[in-house]
């Protein structure tokens, strides 16, 4: 039977069949291979045999096949920060993962907050607006979720735990069970457990790519993680334009046309300096 690990504690491997039953497992010592949540294994009398090829691996915490990142902001408390939107994006892009903008606490949305999102929309992001405390919003980020491996991130605050309360199917576990489960998670950075979401996909409990750093970056690249760049980048006058100084840039163009926006383009300068200076 071919299973989904979603926690490694103690020794002990808790893997779902494809109704979500799960199992506690072990592992015979012909798996030299480590094993994390989100691995998918093969069970035989609840041992574990096989290791399936894993398609990415995230480190601290290690969670195995996650292709979807959640990055969680708040409209305010904490306040939204583009700017910081931008680094997450960043890092999402080069981790080749794909990113879901989730913009939570819109009850406290004033008027004009939306305006700024129209660059990512023009950049083809997916972004979601919701409160959850007001329930809204949330149906149609948990269509998305389905047939994927997912992971939160974001700054403390903005609602994470509070998101996944209503994205886990509720059916599998009793209401005083899922906060139970969930304190632990925000308390303990050890261990991740993944959650069924109601229409197939499955959440960890615990916020992936917890670091901000971006030194793994060359500056080279980072144009590469603006979606919205891509079709002006082979009309630079220098193949290895960095969209800065250079003269008869296609980017600089395309900003001075409207065509990208000069919000986004600050951006890219902004981190393209940071990269330089490491
Ligand atoms: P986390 O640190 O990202 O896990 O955030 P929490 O889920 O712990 O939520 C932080 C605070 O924000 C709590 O007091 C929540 O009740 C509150 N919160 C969560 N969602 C919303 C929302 O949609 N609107 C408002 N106004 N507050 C929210
Ligand atoms: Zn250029």
Redesign the pocket.
Known sequence: MKGFVTKAIGGFFYVADEKENIYRTTIRGRIRDTVYPGDYVELKDEVIEKLYPRKSLLYRPAIANVDQVLI?L?VA?PEFDRRLLDRFLIIVEKAELNPLIVI?????AEEGFYEQFKDYQAADYQLYF?????KKGIEDLKRDLGEHINVLT??????????INELVAEEKMKVGEVSKRLKRG?HTTRHVEFLAVENRGWVADTPGFTSLEIKHIQPEELTYFYPEFLPFLDKCKFRTCSHTHEPNCAVKAAVNDSLISVDRYDSYRNFYNELQEN
Not at 104 to 108: E, F, H, P, Q, V
């Open positions: 969680v708040s408390n939570n606490k819109i009850d406290l919701l409160s959850v405390k007001e974001g700054p403390s605050g903005v609602g994470k735990s509070s998101l925000v």
